[in-house]
T-cell receptor, first 114, second 115 residues
Framework: GESVGLHLPTLSVQEGDNSIINCAYS??????FIWYKQESGKGPQFIID?????DKRQGQRVTVLLNKTVKHLSLQIAATQPGDSAVYFC?????????????FGSGTRLSIRP | DTAVSQTPKYLVTQMGNDKSIKCEQN?????MYWYKQDSKKFLKIMFS???????INETVPNRFSPKSPDKAHLNLHINSLELGDSAVYFC??????????????FGPGTRLLVL
């Protein structure tokens, strides 16, 4: 079956350090992946996405890495700031081109230590 | 402001009541969604509409009925509310369903508490 999971439910990081949030997926047919950030009391917000024909994509202070061999996805946040405190979700889509649903993982809470 | 908006933000009601949640997007998107987020933050899709047409209908009790009067609005009506319906309900929209246009923009959520 399909599943999107996270290795760690919570992650505590020192301010200024880099954060790495991991995600495992089981559907080898998935070819589109997205990371969302959800701050307290708000809806999820798109951060970055990656297609399965890539293994790395960079945004502003964020990098997503995709390892299809082991079905692993990670989100790296550089120089973590207090505003990065949130729950982070990875999500997968089985087929980039089709009108299929996006499946969300269970989320990782990132907390920042001053 | 361009956004996805939902009303009400909070909804407290008695078991057995019928209630509606409204959603509007002024982003010009074709596709809208309803998600349910439980107390453990798990987000699960309930419905998706594309240009007012139902595209995705997950295994949701038929007490939940979505209605899309136009592509900018997707409302959710819930009949005979049960305790287990307590959750945060998120509306979202995306330009399209596929082909790189499915980045979803979420509303602020409606916190439903059934007593």
């Amino acid at each position: 079956g399909e599943s999107v999971g996270l290795h760690l439910p919570t992650l505590s990081v020192q301010e200024g350090d880099n954060s790495i949030i991991n995600c495992a997926y089981s559907n080898s047919a998935s070819d589109y992946f997205i990371w969302y950030k959800q701050e307290s009391g708000k809806g999820p917000q798109f951060i970055i996405d990656i297609r399965s024909n890539m293994d790395k994509r960079q945004g502003q202070r964020v990098t997503v890495l995709l390892n299809k061999t082991v079905k692993h996805l990670s989100l790296q946040i550089a120089a973590t700031q207090p505003g990065d405190s949130a729950v982070y979700f990875c999500a997968e889509k089985p087929n980039y081109s089709s009108a299929s649903k996006i499946i969300f993982g269970s989320g990782t809470r990132l907390s920042i230590r001053p | 402001d361009t956004a996805v908006s939902q009303t009400p933000k909070y909804l407290v009601t008695q078991m057995g009541n019928d209630k509606s949640i409204k959603c509007e997007q002024n982003l010009g998107h074709d596709t809208m969604y309803w998600y349910k987020q439980d107390s453990k933050k798990f987000l699960k899709i309930m419905f998706s509409y594309n240009n007012k047409e139902l595209i995705i209908n997950e295994t949701v009790p038929n007490r939940f009925s979505p209605k899309s009067p136009d592509k900018a609005h997707l409302n959710l009506h819930i009949n005979s509310l049960e305790l287990g319906d307590s959750a945060v309900y998120f509306c979202a929209s995306s330009p399209r369903l596929a082909g790189g246009q499915e980045t979803q923009y979420f509303g602020p959520g409606t916190r439903l508490l059934v007593l």
